[in-house]
């Protein structure tokens, strides 16, 4: 298998037809058609349920859509990375940011940076705070911008500011009203578990914040009702603005969301840091300082409704 066999199944998958998917990967039907019996002949197995002239994904063709979209986001991560290799220059600073963080990087602290350093390149790279964090350390970024629970030997630290888990809700919402001021809370508090009879945005477990929300959902012995499945706290963020459901998730400073927090008194876990994260012994060029002297002073200031 290529990659181009896995994106012909994923979008088979994508349109639950046959003939839409030959329009769009611009090949005959019949083409297509032979191609997916080969494959389910390779495989022993069916991948589609036939319903009418809809195929649907039978579980073993699920899985094979989702290792199929695996390899093919790897295989463009791959490009992506000889393209930047080939285009950018030795010089050019790798940065990575946890999911959330766009609106500070893009908002704030680039434009700042480029104000004092416009002849400079920069590499960008959003992923999960545990996967940035491991570039940094296997030299894939120079430093990162994440969320650190605890210090790992070998890196260096710059905190920025500390967050806590919290519910956020539209604006707007009905709970606002519910919730009541508490002064050993940072957020309005909502004393009972009513919010849990309304959608629920969940948030993958491999996620700092989806980890904590489904162990304190286990720990309770209840869960929401889960309306939609995300994978990043941007896709998150996204669904609450636009009021298809609550999440806890972690705060996050300076972003630009039209949402608000609520604290919940039985979520009780360690704030998590957010910090730059570099390498030691490695020698950061003045660029590098400066990004993290920027990002440090622009945490201080207060923070823009």
Known sequence: MNVKDYEYIVEIARQKSLSEA???????????????????????????????????????????????????????????????????????IRLGYSMGQTSFIMDHLLPAFYKRQSAMSV??????????????????????????????????????????????VPRHSPLLRKAISRPDFPHPVLEDRSWMDEPYIRLASFTQSGRIAQEYFRQIGRYPKSRIYVENVRSAMSAVENRLGNCILAELPHAIHQVEYLSLPDLQVPRQRTCLITRKG????????????????????????
Not at 25 to 37: D, E
Not at 283 to 301: E, F, G, R, V
């Open 22 to 92: 030959a329009n769009r990967l611009c090949i005959t039907q019949s083409a297509l058609t032979k191609f997916l019996q080969r494959v389910e002949a390779q495989l022993g197995t069916p991948l589609f349920h036939r319903i009418g002239k809809r195929f649907v994904l039978t579980a073993i063709g699920q899985m094979y859509v989702n290792k199929g979209l695996e390899i093919m986001r790897l295989d463009q991560e791959m490009e992506d990375e000889l393209a930047k290799m080939r285009s950018d220059g030795a010089d050019a």
């Open 123 to 168: 590499s960008l790279k959003e992923d999960s705070s545990t996967g940035l964090i491991r570039d940094v350390e296997d030299g894939k970024l120079d430093l990162c911008l994440a969320y650190a629970r605890e210090e790992k030997p070998g890196l260096s630290y710059f905190p920025l500011a500390s967050s806590g888990m919290a519910l956020a």
């Open 282 to 305: 490695s020698q950061p060029q003045d660029a590098m300082k400066l990004l993290i002297h920027l990002a440090q002073a622009l945490y201080k200031q207060p923070e823009k409704s």
